[in-house]
């Protein structure tokens, strides 16, 4: 490794990869649950099956088909999901979003203990080298990223070993005046040690926040993702919820569709009290393109609605959601009316709500799932929320925490899917089916929206039609 | 002489790497990203060493390097510069570096400098 060959570059070199900096501690002594183990490995036959038997409904080839789909723009997707039931018992997952270059890996035990760069490796080697190998642009290997350094160390030190040559990890940051990554007629450049400019042929892309003006759409340079994924979903809740209601249009007839919480769109400032008693005194409010929990509002009175209303700008417009409540009332109406299920009530007969993150990956076979945790609300479900404390604690999940020296996350909160918490969630395999074959579809939701958006990825199109065939 | 070492250097995962290859050689390391956090880790704890990038946000490695040696003159201090700067590294062993060494940074390269210094 050379650190800092240029202002916020550093050359990671084969051998660099350290387990103990790519994982969160405890996510190292942990031992992944044999049923999540037992799902991560089962065949798309087994699930597509297996999820025809749990909605008898459903239309298996149809299934199978967007499992096996070629993503050509959201190859590496991350599907937050929430654990939900109604009235009558019937539970669900259901997506709460889907994001283009999501975290988790870090939070992932490992799947087989002699593949010391696990789910990091799988990634690279299944998804980012057989896209790279059949570009024949010329240059080096870079990993950008704007946070998250934890990961992202650990994908340039994967991507150097499955390479076996050097990666410049560079920093892209929005506030950078002068970055050391440039685009130039489509192609990528990476500053070295010598302020000169080095071309990139590929590169992968942990870059989360706008302007996304800094990275051209459809680049000479192959970029996992492009930036076309987070345009038509990935990053932006309300591009996503459009593409899943079409997703849910064009596939009626077939007995499947993407679940969501009930979802308005383009809602305008001034509305906002509308939807409040539309939706019967509660409701989410989200910024389009939020992210890590930033700019989404759960509102369940008065008081609630006019502190969002208080954050937001008025003049812009926001996606809003039903809540999924933490508990039964029989003012809800039965037959729209969701529920937390919740983790399996403590000792002190607590039960938080949780989301489960599955991240998941284009392979050869189409997509499979690659690292998956939960993350549990502050305040439980089911005690009684003393007045001075927002819902956010009941409902929020997100772990990141804001402090004097910047962001921490907290830890207590992350349920890792290993041997001590995974069964504290109360979820079983068919669970984890469904959640997985909600994300593919809501992954080849957004990728058909970037294809109707932007045309054709060319560069790789040719690629994703030869695996396909095959 | 202290295993203690501060590194001063705005990149956090400069910072990172380095913390943790020095780590491995058996070296107490703390880290700061800019001066202000740098003078309290000083006020707080005595260091052996201490390796400074010249460029930080809200002052530079050399005012940082005379008040570690106000307050401990047998702190060992290596200044980070980059390609080009040379007249910085000849000021800043003028105003009592020990060392410099110029970015990009090999960290057996640098760990052979502070070894030498010992």
């Known amino acids: ?470 | 002489m202290s295993n203690k070492i501060l590194i001063v250097e705005d990149d956090v995962v400069f910072c990172k790497l380095l913390t943790r290859f020095l780590s491995k050689n058996n070296f107490q390391v703390m880290d700061a990203q800019n001066g202000r956090d740098a003078l309290e880790l000083m006020e707080l704890n005595d260091f052996g060493f201490a390796i400074l990038d010249y460029r930080l946000p809200d002052m530079n490695g050399i005012d940082i390097l005379e008040k570690l040696k106000s307050k401990n003159q047998e702190s060992k201090i290596v200044l980070i510069t980059r390609y080009g700067d040379e007249d910085i590294a000849t000021k800043a062993i003028d105003k009592g570096a020990d060392a410099f060494v110029s970015k990009p940074i090999n960290p057996d390269d640098l760990l052979s400098v502070i070894n030498g210094l010992r």
Not at chain 1, 398 to 419: H, I, P, Q, T
């Open chain 1, 1 to 470: 490794m050379k650190l800092s060959i240029s202002k916020n570059v550093h050359l990671v070199e084969p051998g660099d990869f350290e387990p103990t900096d790519h994982w969160y501690p405890r996510v190292l002594n942990s031992n992944i649950h044999p049923l999540v183990s037992y799902f991560l490995n089962l065949t798309h036959e087994q699930m597509v099956e297996r999820y025809h038997r749990l909605h008898p409904q459903s239309d298996p080839e149809t299934i199978k088909k967007i499992m096996s789909y070629q993503p050509q723009y959201f190859r590496w997707a991350g599907t937050d999901l929430m654990h939900v039931t109604n009235h009558e018992g019937n539970r669900k997952l259901t997506v709460i979003e889907t994001n283009s270059c999501p975290s988790g890996q870090k939070s992932m035990p490992l799947l087989d203990l002699n593949v010391e760069q696990g789910g990091y490796k799988r990634l690279i080697e299944k998804t980012f080298k057989p896209m790279v190998d059949a570009y024949p642009e010329k240059g080096s290997l870079a990993v950008i990223y704007d946070k998250n350094p934890m990961e992202n160390i650990g994908y340039a030190a994967t991507v150097a070993d499955v390479f076996g040559e050097d990666v410049f990890l560079a920093k892209f940051d929005k506030d950078d005046q002068d970055p050391p990554v440039k685009f130039d007629e489509g192609k990528m450049y990476v500053r070295n040690e010598v302020e000169k400019w080095v071309e990139i042929r590929a590169a992968f892309r942990y870059v989360t926040q706008e302007p996304w003006t800094r990275i051209p759409g459809n680049p000479k340079t192959l970029l996992l993702n492009p930036i076309e994924a987070c345009l038509a979903g990935g990053r932006n809740k309300e591009v996503a919820s459009a593409a899943y209601d079409r997703f849910n249009e064009e596939f009626k007839d077939k007995g499947i569709s993407i679940f969501t919480p009930d979802t308005y769109r383009k809602v305008k400032y001034s509305e906002l009290d509308h939807h409040f008693d539309l939706l019967g005194g509660s409701m989410v409010i989200k910024v389009p393109d939020s992210n890590a929990g930033q700019g989404v509002y759960t509102v369940v009175n008065k008081n609630e609605l006019e502190h969002a209303k208080s954050e937001i700008d008025p003049n812009d417009d926001y996606l809003v959601q039903q809540l999924i409540h933490s508990n039964y009332s029989k003012g809800l109406d039965p037959n729209k009316s969701w529920y937390h299920v919740g983790t399996i009530p403590d000792s002190k007969g607590r039960s938080f709500a949780f989301d489960l993150r599955l991240m998941m990956h284009a392979t050869e076979e189409g997509m499979r799932p690659l690292a998956v945790y939960s993350r549990k609300s502050r305040f439980p479900l089911n005690k009684e929320l003393p007045e001075d404390m927002n819902s956010w604690e009941v409902y929020g999940t997100n772990l990141s925490v804001k402090g004097e020296d910047g962001w921490s996350y907290a830890d207590e909160r992350l349920m890792l899917f290993d041997v001590r918490n995974f069964g504290q969630l109360g979820l079983g395999v068919d669970e984890l089916i469904k959640g997985f074959v909600q994300s593919t579809m809501a992954v080849y939701a957004i990728d058909q929206n970037a294809i109707q958006t932007f045309g054709q990825r060319e560069s790789i199109s040719n690629f994703t039609s030869s695996i396909q065939k095959s």
